[in-house]
Nanobody, 121 residues
Framework: QVQLVESGGGLVQPGGSLRRSCAAS????????MGWYRQAPGKQRELVAT????????YADFVKGRFTISRDNAKNTVVYLQMNSLNAEDTAVYYC??????????????WGQGTQVTVSS
């Protein structure tokens, strides 16, 4: 069974930093696009950042210049999200995502368990 195991969430003060990790197992990691989404109370889940199998990145406007997504296909099966200059609006449950579309069109989507990030003084 595919697993995406997240770590690195928690409580941080405004202006602080956190580094999130998501370890994938039982997938061909290098084939998958990876990403981070978040969901705040009363809001829909939204994209934070994605990174393709070739390490091209896309960021939501609200995190550009503050967050960095990265992966290392050669060394491990982990995707990272470095979050800097955090503010209260970044408070949410953050979810790791893995996605792959096979040549024949079948889509494979997996989600991590979600981890709370709270930005508060």
């Amino acid at each position: 069974q595919v697993q995406l195991v997240e770590s690195g969430g928690g409580l941080v003060q405004p202006g602080g930093s956190l580094r999130r990790s998501c370890a994938a197992s039982r997938i061909i990691f290098s084939n998958y696009a990876m990403g981070w989404y978040r969901q705040a109370p009363g809001k829909q889940r939204e994209l934070v950042a994605t990174i393709t199998s070739g390490s091209s990145t896309i960021y939501a406007d609200f995190v550009k210049g503050r967050f960095t997504i990265s992966r290392d296909n050669a060394k491990n099966t982990v995707v990272y999200l470095q979050m800097n200059s955090l503010n209260a609006e970044d408070t949410a449950v953050y979810y790791c995502y893995a996605g792959f579309t096979a040549d024949w069109g079948k889509k494979y989507d997996y989600w991590g368990q979600g981890t709370q990030v709270t930005v508060s003084s």
